[in-house]
């Protein structure tokens, strides 16, 4: 219990978004600065390390990305909260083994976190990689960010809407040190910001990522200035949710979201209206928001797979399938993920999602 105080920095009651945030991101504390949380020995698996075949994918859809656009001298990779480096090492190379492109290309990595920084480093040792903070030091486009499950892992407002009233979702700490959740009028600024959103318009329960927003911010600024794009892949919804959709795990297992701070991972279902909605609202255009299973069979993983086959022993494939299989199946990642791509490009031929 004594625990719980260093959550909430020296306050009674936080919002829930920086709650979450100092559960998640704190130097000392926080989850992601304490334990190495992917694989099997953590407490989830992305899909980066659950197959190399996805990363394969993603590589191939950023090098049809530069075609499209000409060939570009010059060309920014950026991916955003890159966990343990599995997807990024496996880019490069899938980049190495098309030198033009690999000629071209910058690749940076956007991590906030310095425990996942030094373990990114010992998986890729590799000149042409940056790891940033910020993206100042961007200069010249086209570029274009990428993020798996980056979305998910950015803590959210949640709201309620009561006799026409917006009241904001708040944890606090009570004399024995336990947490209760309370309800406070929400702020003027957070009610004029819901306000614009059509989505959001007949809810009563309301999850709001203003810190998400203020990341996509920035990445927007400079697609806008730059020329480029913004690819997300994550675990959400288009129907829209009049629910919580906060949820912990640890070791592979659902956890009470309350218990086992610091030490279990939490996350949210994204809303892929609202994010559709928000990047039309800064002037940029999006493909039709599609599901994990669809892009990845458009841009050809079945048949990568069908082909890497050919060499390997039945215990090799048996495996590859089922990898496969975790990635696509309706039931598990296949329908659950969804993918959307926003950029400013005359050019509209990306692949994966037509």
Not at 284 to 303: A, D, N, T, Y
Request: charged letters at 25%.
């Amino acid at each position: 219990m004594i625990l719980n105080k260093k959550f909430f920095n020296n306050s009674k009651e936080l919002p829930v978004d920086k709650f979450i945030e100092n559960v998640l991101y704190n130097k000392k504390v926080g989850y992601y600065s304490s334990k190495i949380p992917f694989g099997k020995t953590g407490d989830f698996l992305t899909a980066p390390v659950i197959s190399n075949l996805f990363s394969e994918i993603i590589g191939i859809w950023f090098i049809s990305t530069w075609n499209s656009l000409g060939r570009p001298k010059k060309f920014n990779v950026i991916e955003l909260g890159p966990g343990d480096g599995s997807l990024a090492k496996i880019l490069i190379e899938t980049f190495q083994q098309f030198p033009e492109f690999y000629r071209a290309t910058n690749i940076f990595l956007y991590e906030k976190s310095n425990f996942l920084k030094n373990l990114q480093k010992k998986k890729i040792n590799n000149s042409k990689v940056k790891w940033i903070r910020n993206f100042n030091n961007i200069k010249k486009g086209p570029v274009v960010f990428f993020g798996n499950e980056f979305f998910d892992a950015i803590p959210i407002k949640q709201f309620s809407r009561k006799n026409n009233l917006l009241m904001e979702k708040y944890y606090s700490l009570n004399k024995k040190n336990k947490i209760n959740e309370i309800y406070k009028k929400a702020s003027h600024e957070d009610i004029s910001q819901i306000k614009k959103f059509k989505v959001l318009k007949n809810l009563k329960f309301i999850e709001f990522p203003k810190i998400g927003f203020n990341e996509l911010d920035n990445i927007i600024k400079k697609i806008s200035k730059l020329e480029g794009g913004l690819m997300l892949i994550d675990y959400g919804y288009l129907i829209q949710k009049n629910k919580n959709t906060l949820q912990s795990i640890i070791k592979h297992k659902r956890n009470n979201l309350l218990e086992n701070l610091g030490k279990a991972d939490i996350t949210s279902l994204v809303n892929f209206n609202l994010l559709n909605e928000y990047f039309i609202k800064n002037n940029l255009k999006v493909k039709k928001v599609v599901s994990q299973k669809f892009f990845l069979e458009r841009m050809g993983i079945i048949e990568r797979a069908n082909n890497l086959c050919k060499k390997m022993s039945f215990k090799e494939q048996s495996s590859l399938y089922l990898r496969l299989k975790r990635l696509l199946d309706k039931r598990l990642m296949g329908d659950l993920f969804k993918v959307i791509f926003t950029y400013k490009f005359e050019k509209d031929n990306f692949l994966g999602f037509e």
